[in-house]
């Protein structure tokens, strides 16, 4: 009996032995949010190892809660709510200790879903120093949408009715795939064929030459691009688009693209056979070989961008390119091919593409040209047949030799085989409508051109940080030579009657050669952290030769006497050396660069057929500063300024006189100076998360010194002479204005956009200065809701208003509104089916000058049926200019000049086309046999 009570005694002071080792946990539970506490919240405690229920209890009516005899060891502590995301906190328990836990606040699961879309958000646009990024799976596009349907949902970014990108107001010239050439210059092929969902990142950026990107030096050559980084799990396998089309009147439209990628491996091919004028080629090419320009610029209607207006020194104007203009028919492939190596140590990318392009049609020209005493009205009508066959090739290969040097070479070759005939009909009156002269005038012509060069440069990082040196040559070569005949009649009037004729019948053959040698060596020695020194110095070699020669008929009926006032051999060899100093000091939010090149250019020009020499010595400057601050990785300042030293082309300071067009000769200028621009640039994008609101934000100023202008006189036969001549006081400012939000409550994003362009131009006319103010004013508006699987529709309407005024006739004043105007709309029916329409509506004002109407309402629609597991295969109906209405059309000022011109284009027709979208990745196949 004794013995049963010890034992007894024994274990009850063993219970209050473990007892005592045991401790508690107590706290409270509260919706901080909404600040109220929460009762009846279950409180559990799980042991850690194993997850079994150890203890649990309820809240309390203020949301208080204890938990008792928690044995010492490690816990997992889980709160939970209804509607409340659970609250899950590691506990460890010593001997005996009691836990008293802050006040435990739960977050609604609607609210925790809130936080996870704003740090979406935040991801969909980010800004990387100068560039802006773009989380793509952030902007939604129906299934199948190509890049160009991704790029047109992108703030700041806009994409027109031929596939022309403006991104921050600038034209872009390149689009990218992970950072490499994609067909070369030839944005559209990318854009238009590869799909949305394969890209993880769009990157808007001003690309630098690979020299100034690795000093980290602007060196003032920039480029607008756009990078399409695409994602992992679709670098494996094949993807593609094919379509084939036919349709009424003998319209067809058949292109395919396939893409091979494996890795870091990338083979794609296409081709194309079109006669819809939907080609989408090369519309960069035209500027790859150009020479100075600054005096062929007007302004065009509607855009406020600068372009060529044609008055070239050249047998034949077409460029090689379809830009609307008739009716084309397009056979085009091309290849590319680009892999990576040995550890991403050595990369090559290859591109080849060829080129067939016929175009026939007809145009009409009427131009007001202002003079001091009177004017003149000028109509001409063009009818024209042109074919060109292109060859394209480029490459490049690039090799990391160890972690501090590298070397890339690239090259690049082509071959123009042009033919062209263009016949005129015109006629010139003055300001009583009573005839001044009227002309006939055929073109043809023949021509080759051959075009190579490669660039070589050398990179290498020495063993103190940010101490570097870079080599880079370039060497470029084109040769062209052509050859045609001219005939032109030409009647000069006196009240209507008839009292001179001119005629022109020559044959011409022209050869022209340019070759380029162009080096640089930087150094940059770091004096900071933050900041470093740079030291350049390079040689560039510009020679080039235009022998052309003009040929009159003899009696014997055949070309053989040689035209001395139109005929001239002539070289033009530029040489310059120069040096430059830069400083870059670069902070988290800040980068500043300042530097100053110096040149010393020597022209040596001559006269082969007079064997004459003209050598001229200049000065040129090459300044340039930025300075860049990011606020937050979504705002961002850019403030740039660079001063650019361009030589006159041979084609302008040639003294010869040049009468493709009699009633326009131009004549050379070999007195031309080299003319120095100054461009200042603020740039400014912000981007608001919550309220999901994007402003951009862009102004350039630019001056000239020695501004390449012209001098022209017109006299009272209507026959005008013109030449290149230098003149100071040309400026011009240039602004951009972007703001997009998103309606929420309608479920809508809107943009709204301002443009402005500002310039003042100097010329001489009729031995008068003339000075020529023009303004371009635009306003507009877009809008874009979807639903997916349901529908999705959309406008963009812009409104222009566009002032020009000489100062030999203050009295005329041009100055008109345009408006254009583009909705679209989709709708996804049952079974599969869509309708596809939209509308490129164009109204434009009449003037003084020109009183015809020139409104266009271009309507088209398609109707489809979708087949196939992800909706890959495609059969549609569609018809082009549903109205019958299409009429190509453009206005432009430039000078003392206001010119409208109207041509033949695509006009109305309907097709049955099958496009077939497929694609087998590491994600798997859409694709079906």
Known sequence: MRRSLLAVAFAILCHFTVLSQHGSISGSVRDTANAQNLSKAVVSLLRSKDSILQKFTRTGPEGQFQLRQVPPGKYILLISYPKYADYVEPISMDSGSSLQLNQIA??????????????????????????????????????????????KKLPGIQVDKDGKITAQGEKVGKVLVDGEEFFGDDPTLVTQNLRADMVDKVQVFDKKSDQAAFTGVDDGQTTKTINLKLKDSKKNGYFGKINAGGGTDGYFDNQAMINLFKKKKKLSVYGILSNTGKTGLNWEDRDKYGESIANNLEMEEGTGFYMINGQFDELDSWDGQYGGKGYPVVKTAGVHYNDKWNEDKQSTNLNYKLLQLNVEGSSGTNTQTILPDTVYYNSQRETFNNQILRHRGNGNYEWQLDSTTSIKVSANAGSDHKTTYSSFISDARNSDSALVNTGNRNLSSTGDTRTFGGNLLFKKKFAKKGRTLSVNLNEQYEKGNSEGYLYANNQFYKGNVPFSTQVTDQFKNYLNEKSTFDSKLTYSEPLSKASSLLI???????????????????????????????????????????????????????????????????????????????????????????????????????????????????????????????LNVNIGNPSLKPQFSNSVNLNYFNYRVLSETDIYGNINYNFIQNALSSRSFVDSNGKRTYQTINVDGNHSLNGWFGYGFKWKKAKLNMRFNANLNLSRNQSIVNNLLNTTNSSNYSLGTAMYKAKEKKYEFGYQVSATYTVSRSSVQTNLKTNYWSWNINPYFDIFLPKKFQVHSDADVNLRQKTSAFDFNTNVVLLNAWVGKKFLKGDVLLVKVSGNDLLNQNLGFNRSVSSNFVSQNTYTTIQRYFMLSVVWNFTKTGSGSTASK
């Open 536 to 662: 350049s110095y390079g040689i560039t070699v510009n020679n080039s030769r235009s022998n052309r020669n003009s040929f009159n008929k003899s009696s014997s009926g055949k070309y053989t006497d040689i035209d001395s006032l139109y005929s001239n051999d002539y070289r033009f060899n530029v040489f310059t050396h120069k040096a430059g100093l830069s400083y870059l000091y670069v902070q988290k939010k800040i980068r500043v660069n300042l530097g100053n090149n110096m040149g010393f250019t020597s022209f040596k020009q001559q006269d082969l057929h007079s064997d004459t020499t003209l050598k001229r010595d200049f000065i040129n400057w090459f300044p340039q500063a930025s300075f860049a601050y990011s606020f937050t990785p979504q705002k961002r300042l850019i403030l740039r300024y660079n001063g650019n030293t361009s030589q006159p082309s041979i084609q302008q300071i040639q003294p010869i006189r040049n009468n493709e067009d009699p």
């Open 106 to 151: 739960l977050i609604q699961k609607a609210k925790l879903l809130e936080e996870v879309i704003v740090r979406q958000k935040i991801s969909a646009i980010k800004i990387k120093g100068d560039t802006t990024e773009f989380t793509a799976d952030s902007f939604k596009v129906q299934a199948n949408a190509n890049v160009e349907e991704l790029l």
